[in-house]
């Protein structure tokens, strides 16, 4: 089935018009349809590929996680590069996931580095 549907009609003055309807066009998860997700736990892998990922693995088991161009990365409360992130950091990530599957990469929009005292 096409996603634009064509319609003709007559107008009152005679004249065949035709309207194009859309159909079916799925429009991008809504916030609703994810999960807000907040982990802490060890960083195991950093993959240096475009968008970055990290491994992760917490206490109640291993995550995936995605940064973009707007996760927020900070250390002491101060912001750091993405760079700084290294395997075997302890880190606090705030983010979401689609919520019809718990195995999807977290979407992280906030990671803090735990920072020994």
């Not at 998860?29 to 994810?34: L, Q, R, T, V």
């Not at 491994?55 to 995605?66: A, C, I, P, S």
Request: glycine fraction near 6%; proline fraction near 7%; hydrophobic fraction near 40%.
């Amino acid at each position: 089935m096409s996603l634009i549907t064509a319609v003709r009609y007559l107008s009152p003055f005679g004249l065949l018009l035709v309207a194009l309807v859309g159909r079916g066009v799925a429009a991008p998860p809504a916030e609703k349809d994810k999960d807000r997700v907040t982990i802490e736990g060890k960083i195991t892998e950093v993959m240096e590929i475009y968008p970055p990922r990290l491994n992760v693995e917490t206490k109640d088991g291993r995550y995936k996680v995605q940064l973009s161009e707007e996760t927020k990365v900070t250390a002491n409360g101060k912001p750091v590069d993405f760079g700084k992130l290294r395997p075997n950091q302890m880190i606090h990530i705030k983010g979401t996931r689609p919520a019809d599957s718990k195995d999807a990469l977290l979407s992280a929009s906030e990671i803090e580095i735990k920072v020994d005292s």
